[in-house]
């Protein structure tokens, strides 16, 4: 994130020898040649020479110049989210810290969507450009409005490159196809709603046949309270099909979750993506409203959904979040607005918390649980500090399963807003994404560690921890997500409309 200044001479008279070169001096120890020294009248001595700089200054003045250099620098750095634009002026991104960057916008705003895996490829196929995404959103129009509310499956093609003149003829332009600077398209198919979407989450169980798009279920959270699944399949299927009539059985919900009452939600998961849903291994969905409580469901092998009658119940507060362990297939995790992060075993009979660790003073929005690392969980508060923490670390020290004291693996408060989403990279377990109240994506690397002299040089910017790698600019953004297939690409949602780009940092 930091400009970084290229080294500057040290003030030496003869560059490095290079492969094969011999030091000019005869067999007598003379100088071979001379070379008239314009500042042979000023220096009178070699030593003279080696504590002077190149403009005849010592080093020690200009070291001194430099320190007071990079302070102006430090305070003319403008960081997104900490300063704020003087009026009139406008926020512009570098593009060239940008391979992929592009904003589009929909009729309302979708405060909450998923990326979609499609059948494009993984890997160096997915490296060419124009790229195409697939998602799903829920839109949450304005008051009085809301039976204009619906679920948008789209698809985003046409995505660009940055046009960046000095790569040209470069191995990845050969890849690109004619039509790259195009302008992106947007299509999308849509599901009357009638209520606020909370959140909006997807389930994807690989296609049976080549060619035919995942089987897509999603699940919304509505601000009324219930939870709607519908099949979306179908709705894919049309976006890539020409001709593909839908019908309007395919716009109803396969199941609604009513056991919330009247307790709207913010928090949902479905279980990871088995190959196919069976009775020892089922699609399981997490449900979670503002009076703390916690429903399963489950579907069946022949597509029908059963919601447990009995609730998970020991946080004091609303569910703000939920994440299913990607390697324990009963175990999963809640943040909540009582400050803590509990840890549940879907297999006990009583309901509760096996563990209970409290993670911060104030509301815990956001959770991700590491694909990669599996015993590593992050988490996003409302006083804008995010942190990972190692769960082999949390021991009970009683009956109540209370953890006491709990210490982050990392802690990090460069934001001063709520955090909003937090994610890790689907491939590398180091790397994080963060989106916050103060209108910006971060991207972090944990493996960075402090240097000193990388520091020096990047003009010593206050309060940006080493492994900041990145700060995106977005108006009001809520959501951010890394897209499994695009490596390094991420969409990211909020009041502005959607925004889908990959830095040159990851």
Request: hydrophobic residues 30%.
């Amino acid at each position: 994130m930091a400009n970084k200044r290229s080294a500057e001479a040290d003030g030496a008279d003869q560059g490095p020898l290079k492969d094969g070169d011999k030091p000019m001096v005869d067999a007598d120890g003379d100088e071979v040649g001379h070379f008239e020294d314009d500042y042979e009248d000023e220096f009178e001595s070699e030593d003279e020479i080696m504590v002077a700089g190149a403009d005849g200054r010592p080093d020690d003045e200009v070291e001194a110049e430099e320190a007071a250099e990079r302070m102006d620098m430090d305070q003319q750095t403008f960081i997104p989210g900490r300063h704020r634009l003087p009026a009139g002026e406008v926020l512009a991104p570098d593009l060239t810290a940008y391979d992929m960057l592009h904003t589009l916008q929909s009729s309302w705003p979708c405060l909450s969507f998923d990326v979609l895996r499609d059948n494009l490829g993984e890997g160096r196929a997915r490296k060419k450009y124009p790229a195409t995404v697939y998602a799903v959103a829920g839109t949450q129009t304005a008051r009085g409005r809301e039976r204009e509310n619906e679920i948008m499956v789209m698809k985003l093609s046409k995505l660009s490159k940055m046009d960046k003149p000095e790569e040209s003829g470069s191995e990845e332009d050969e890849d690109s196809d004619d039509d790259e600077n195009t302008d992106p398209i947007l299509e999308h198919k849509t599901i009357r709603l009638h209520t606020c979407t909370n959140r909006i989450r997807a389930h994807q169980t690989p296609p049976s046949q080549p060619l035919r798009p995942p089987s897509t279920l999603t699940a919304v959270m509505t601000e009324s309270g219930q939870v709607q699944i519908h099949d979306i399949t179908p709705h894919l299927t049309s976006l890539d099909t020409p001709g593909f009539m839908l019908k309007p059985e395919h716009s109803k919900p396969i199941h609604t979750i009513k056991m919330h009452g009247s307790s709207e939600g913010y928090a949902l998961d479905w279980s990871p993506s088995p190959s196919s849903s069976t009775v020892t291994n089922p699609i399981k969905l997490l449900t979670g409203d503002t009076s703390g409580s916690i429903y399963l469901s489950t579907r069946s092998p022949t597509g029908t959904f059963t919601t447990d009658t009995q609730p998970f119940a020991s946080h004091t507060s609303s569910v703000e979040e939920l994440q299913w362990s990607p390697s324990e297939p009963s175990v999963f995790a809640s943040a909540s607005a009582d400050s803590t992060i509990r840890i549940w075993d879907t297999r006990s009979k009583t309901r509760k918390a096996a563990l209970t660790v409290p993670v911060s003073a104030t509301d815990v929005n956001v959770l991700s649980w590491s694909r990669q690392t599996t015993y590593l969980l992050a988490s996003g508060a409302d006083d804008g500090t995010w942190a990972t923490w190692d769960l082999r670390s949390w021991k009970s020290s009683g009956a109540t399963g209370r953890v006491e004291n709990p210490q982050p693996v990392a802690s990090f408060s460069f934001h001063k807003e709520q955090i909003t989403s937090v994610e890790w990279h689907p491939t590398d377990d180091s790397v994080v994404a963060v989106a916050a109240g103060d209108n910006t994506v971060s991207l972090w690397d944990l493996a960075v560690e402090h240097d000193d002299e990388e520091s020096r040089q990047s003009a010593d910017v206050r309060d940006c921890p080493p492994q900041l790698l990145f700060v995106h600019y977005m108006d009001q953004v809520k959501e951010c997500h890394w897209h499994p297939q695009l490596e390094g690409a991420i969409m990211a949602t909020g009041g502005s409309g959607f925004g889908v780009f990959k830095t040159i940092s990851v």
